[in-house]
């Protein structure tokens, strides 16, 4: 049997209260270690081209503290390899996988479908679900269940929390989250818009209203997560009504390689008329579209610098990025009713002054307004860059995944030291 964590720690022990947070890719993990208490990050790590000869493992104990990264190179077989080599860096800065502080593992999961609307401790059970869903995340939910299974076979007795990228969108009324197509043939195959980045646009629509010194219940906002992938929310009261990506990350905002929204008879037209097979066009809309189809470059710096030299595919592409930018914050004005802020985060969101001033020029009429001097700051607080007379506040709120994940992981299991809610047993415990 499993010891629940407060249970098993004697009296006068320290509680539990680290939460590692791991996010597995198919070739790469992520993972970093928290404190709870005070939000430390105590070290965070990236392993990269997993399986290949020239795997690299960056680890950095206390980053932002003035922790050195330390980087390894060799070959990494698989995700346990992978996952032992983080371990090791762990405790060999005294912060061991085996260390009683840690209450528990967190993991990013990309597709929880329309059955998980919440974290959730890992149980057979619910490792099958995940396995049921992968058709609709191919290429993320294996190896988000690898990383489930390999952190467990390194600590069994720990709670493993799936944390879900589409949980938070699970509130979307029907009305937003249907495709107007035949109703039997959508219930068949589970079509339906799901939406991703759910964690991010969970903690910046949070932490928004924190900055407008508001709960969260009472404040609408617009949030615009725009890194190499990209996606908007609309969130009222805490609670997302609608959402840009769809049944997978490809409908949408212009991305760094995929095309967004686009007429579905593109894709008739590119098979009858270009003769391109379904995988050549599924290749050309999520890998070579977007900005970098448009101008040869995905990096938001490179076409601005770009842009500022006169260069005129990459001023166009700039122009389809923020004209779409545009009419979503529209959609969303109008799916809200009554907006309180516009809210940017993720590599673009969080550093590009153009992006935000081009996306809100011309909206006064609804509401945003960005001031200029405000707008120039960098930094990495959440901070207003509208000024003071706005009827709609706009805001740059740095998005933390990670810290996301530990949370709800951590309040899952750390405070009462059981998990609640959960039906079955751990993982590893039952029958099937
Ligand atoms: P993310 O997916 O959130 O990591 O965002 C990655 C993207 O952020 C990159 O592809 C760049 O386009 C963009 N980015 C990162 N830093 C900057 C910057 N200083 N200025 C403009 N864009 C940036």
Avoid: W
Wanted: glycine share 10%; with cysteine; net charge negative.
């Amino acid at each position: 049997m499993t010891t629940p964590i407060s249970e098993g720690a004697p009296s006068g022990a320290v509680r539990p209260h680290r939460v590692l947070v791991l996010n597995s890719g198919s070739s790469s993990v992520k993972y970093q270690l928290l404190d709870m208490h005070g939000h430390a990050r105590l070290a965070t790590g990236l392993i990269e081209r997993i399986g290949e000869k020239t795997s690299r493992l960056t680890h950095t104990p206390r980053p932002g503290d003035g922790g050195e990264p330390r980087t390894r190179s060799g070959p990494i077989a698989d995700h346990d390899e992978a996952l032992k080599a983080a371990a090791g860096e762990l405790a060999a800065d005294g912060l061991g996988l085996d260390s009683p502080e840690l209450a528990a593992i967190g993991h990013r999961v990309v597709h929880g479908g329309l059955r998980f609307t919440e974290p959730t401790v890992v149980t057979d059970e619910v490792l099958t679900e995940i396995e049921r869903l992968v058709p609709l995340a191919p290429l993320h939910n294996p190896a988000n269940i690898t990383g489930i299974r390999t952190a467990h076979g390194l600590r069994p007795d720990l709670p493993q929390v799936a944390v879900f990228d589409t949980a938070f969108h699970t509130t979307m009324p029907e009305s937003a989250a249907r495709y107007a197509i035949d109703a039997d043939t959508a219930d068949a195959h589970r079509i339906r818009r799901y939406g991703f980045h759910g964690t991010s646009h969970a903690y910046v629509s949070r932490r928004t209203a924190e900055l407008l010194g508001r709960p969260p219940e009472d404040v609408n906002v617009i949030v615009l997560h725009l890194g190499n992938g990209a996606s908007a929310s609309a969130v009222a009261g805490g609670r997302c009504v609608d959402t840009s990506m769809g049944l997978t990350p490809l409908e949408g905002l212009v991305m760094g390689t995929r095309s967004g929204d686009i007429d579905p008879a593109v894709i008739f037209h590119l098979k009858r008329v270009a003769g391109m097979s379904t995988d050549e066009i599924d290749v050309l809309l999520n890998r070579r579209s977007g900005l970098v189809g448009l101008c040869g470059d995905n990096d938001m710096r490179e076409i601005r610098r770009r842009v500022d030299e006169g260069d005129e595919r990459a001023a166009l592409a700039f122009d389809i990025y923020i004209h779409r930018l545009k009419k979503y914050i529209g959609a969303y004005a109008a799916v809200l009713g009554r907006v309180d802020a516009v809210v940017f985060t993720a590599g673009v969101g969080e550093n590009s002054a153009p992006v935000r001033e081009a996306a809100i020029a011309g909206l006064a009429e609804l509401g945003p307004v960005v001031d200029g001097d405000l707008n120039a700051v960098r930094s990495r607080e959440p901070r207003l860059i509208s000024p003071d007379h706005a009827r709609v506040a706009v805001a740059v709120v740095p998005t933390d995944e990670e810290l996301e994940i530990a949370e709800q992981t951590f309040a899952l299991v750390g405070r009462s030291g059981t998990p609640s809610g959960q039906a079955g047993p751990p993982l590893g415990q039952a029958d099937n």
